[in-house]
């Protein structure tokens, strides 16, 4: 398994994409290597198998940039943060090696949804103690993990990434997941409903205003924000590239 920079973990193909798709085109945009994991296949949902939902995956992935995407297969449906789980996740971060984790919030209301976030937490803290699975490989501390947002959550941030110039890759990820969101594509659902897609991006430009820009989206710190790891993750303000103003002040002085 490749290393990476940033790992960002769901429970289903679309989850990443649904609550901090942007943010990872944003740092995928920027150099740094991102890799996803989805817990499991979507095999259990009303529309798409698990062959539709991972080629659906693959496309997303590419419109995003992100570096590679793997899944755990891990059972839908009945997603739980045992043990067995836990060790799983647990190879793939010490192989992996990020950095940064992007994982789910707790307090969504899917039952996989509420597995995968204990899941992922568990598994960011016990990467970093060697006496824990040793058998999963040399122990790995993520010096940052942040939660993004459910698909039925509005989270209230300790951080909002500016996503304005981003957001496009984002729309076209959601697009990929065609067996989930297109209303022609099965069975009427509340995700294929037109409005579900419509909400999220209203979610999103919420967090956005919050900061003055287009479109933005939240996270919530679990644990300390430290801020140079904050500041290694999203890299220079655009001050630091040229800002025409602080120029022309300098000039004066």
């Known amino acids: 398994m490749k290393r990476c920079d940033v790992l960002a973990i769901g429970a289903h193909p679309d989850d990443v994409e649904l609550g901090c798709g942007a943010t990872l085109a944003r740092l995928a ?22 062959a539709v939902r991972c080629d659906e995956a693959e496309r997303a992935s590419a419109a995003l940039g992100v570096a590679w995407r793997l899944c755990l297969d891990l059972p839908d449906g009945s997603l739980a943060a045992d043990s067995a789980a836990r060790i799983h996740l647990i190879r793939v971060l010490r192989a992996a090696r990020p950095r940064v984790m992007l994982i789910p919030a707790s307090g ?21 103690a060697g006496g824990i699975s040793p058998e999963a490989g040399p122990r790995h501390r993520v010096a940052l993990l942040l939660a993004y947002p ?19 890759a984002k729309r076209a990820a959601l697009a990929a997941h065609a067996s989930q969101f297109d209303p022609a594509g099965g069975a009427a659902t509340h995700l294929a409903s037109g409005h579900f897609l419509a909400a999220i991006e209203g979610r999103d430009r919420l967090a956005g205003n919050a900061i003055g820009v287009e479109s933005g989206e939240g996270f919530q710190a679990l644990g300390p924000l430290a801020a140079d790891e904050v500041a290694w993750l999203l890299g220079p303000p655009a001050a630091a590239v040229g800002n025409p103003a602080a120029d022309c002040e300098r000039e004066k002085s």
């Open 29 to 50: 945009a920027r150099g740094l290597v991102v890799g996803i994991v989805d817990l499991t296949a979507g095999e259990a949902g009303t529309r798409g198998d698990a």
């Open 150 to 168: 459910g698909p039925r959550q509005i989270l209230i941030p300790t951080l909002i990434v500016d996503v304005t110039a981003t957001y496009p």
């Open 108 to 128: 969504d209301p899917h039952p996989d949804h509420i597995a995968a976030a204990a899941l992922a937490a568990a598994a960011g803290f016990a990467s970093g």
